[in-house]
């Protein structure tokens, strides 16, 4: 099965001729390619970018601390 999603397609069998397929698709359609690629780059800024991620841990903490007081 291949599952497609905005930033990868991914394989859930172990079957070669899906996986052939897919890289097919891959290396030959250039704007299908950069597609991938450039949603993947925007969600790695999102979902990692140090402020973020440092922000959010932050808030975790200071949750967890606050759950102890009550």
Do not use: C, G, P
């Not at 290396?27 to 800024?45: G, H, M």
């Amino acid at each position: 099965m291949l599952k497609k999603n905005s930033w990868a397609s991914i394989i859930t069998e172990q079957d070669t001729s899906i996986l052939t397929s897919a890289l097919k698709k891959l290396v030959l359609n250039k704007e299908y390619r950069e597609s991938i690629a450039n949603t993947a780059k925007e969600l790695a800024k999102k979902r990692h970018d140090t402020k973020i991620v440092s922000q959010n841990f932050q808030k975790i903490i200071i949750d967890a601390a606050n759950e102890n007081k009550s």
